[in-house]
């Protein structure tokens, strides 16, 4: 389709626009993670003109992973910037075409949505969002250079590197505990530190958790440092009642106190959960039509990169609906 063919679907300044950069694409996925790119590939096997937008490299945040050991298919595992260069040539292969650029706003009512990046302005007739969720960091002196060397954020990712040692995991909701759950099945013992003196965590994980023998509960206290050398070796903790620090020595730091989903750019244009995340069901459709919502970015109840993957196949298949 041409901008002459249809020019109601624009007002003036934005056919101007699109006119100048003289495209308009059936799809345009912001974020080039396991979600994006599973939606561009999915989308040009379909035969629809595929756009990926990534600010960074193509993985997202998986690219910051040493090792991944839960993503099938490998059976000796794979570091996420690998797989995602990986993912990013497959959807290539088949003709899916890559800018890394930063997004810096949408338009996304009406049937052309409208993207503006760094680089320009981009027009398509759907957006699949896939600029997923990062985790929110403790903000002591070390973490940023420590991840990956003691320092983690995801359990389930790298927990089973702490089999028979010693972790400790810091937070006290849903994710905290389900971590904790998980890591006292593979270490030795597990801390958790919390700054109250109750979780948070729902009872379906708070229950579970309280009952396991080789947890050990830190309450009332924050971290206030890491220990380290080239590797994280403790953690400094200080109790918010008396003031009182001491240190905690342990092989593994697992920091779960909360993420935060990519949403800035479509406040006020998508219906978000009261946690910021965009609501979308199974279907991965959003509050409006032609958008839609995939990977870490979706209110949903597992975050991992094959839910991911999956989400960016529904992504394309409920596109396609639309776009017939």
């Known amino acids: 389709m041409t901008l002459n063919e249809d020019k109601n679907f624009f007002t003036e300044d934005r056919a101007e626009v699109a006119g100048a950069k003289g495209h308009i ?27 990926v937008l990534e600010k960074l490299s193509a993985g997202g945040q998986m690219a910051l992973t040493g090792q991944i050991d839960n993503y099938p298919g490998f059976e000796e595992g794979i570091d996420g910037f690998t ?15 890559s800018r890394f650029t930063e997004v810096l706003s949408v338009a996304l009512a009406g049937e052309i949505k409208q993207v503006t990046a760094r680089d320009g302005i981009y027009c398509a007739r759907t957006v699949v969002l896939a600029a997923g969720a990062s985790p929110k960091e ?9 991840v990956g060397k003691g320092i983690h954020y995801c359990a389930a990712c790298d927990g089973m590197f702490y089999k028979g040692r010693t972790a400790a995991v810091i937070g006290g909701g849903n994710t905290a505990a389900a971590d904790a759950l998980l890591l006292s099945r593979v270490c ?9 003196d109750t979780l948070r965590a729902e009872k379906i994980y708070r229950d579970p958790l309280l009952k396991t023998s080789n947890v050990e509960f830190c309450w009332n206290q924050v971290v206030t440092g890491i ?23 342990c092989d593994g730091i697992f920091v779960s106190v909360g993420r935060k989903p990519a949403t800035e750019l479509v406040k006020g244009q998508l219906s978000l ?15 409006l039509p032609g958008v839609f919502a995939a990977g870490d970015v979706r209110t949903k109840a597992l975050r991992q990169i094959v839910t991911a993957v999956a989400d960016g196949a529904a992504a394309v298949r ?7």
Do not use: C, N
Request: net charge negative; glycine share 14%; no cysteine.
């Open 25 to 51: 694409y059936d799809m345009i996925v912001i974020g080039g993670g396991p979600a994006g790119y599973t939606a561009a590939l999915y989308a040009v096997r379909a035969g629809l003109d595929t756009v």
């Open 227 to 249: 220990l380290h050398g080239d590797r994280a070796e403790g953690i400094r903790v200080k109790h918010v009642l008396t003031g009182e620090e001491r240190e905690i020595s």
């Open 188 to 196: 030795e013992k597990v801390i958790l530190v919390h700054r109250r």
């Open 318 to 324: 409920f596109a396609e609906e639309y776009l017939v």
């Open 138 to 146: 403790l903000g002591v002196e070390g973490e940023k250079e420590l």
């Open 83 to 97: 797989l995602g260069e990986k993912m990013r040539k497959g959807a290539q292969r088949f003709g899916a075409a």
């Open 273 to 287: 959960d009261p946690s910021g995340y965009v609501e979308a069901d199974e279907t991965t459709r959003t509050s």
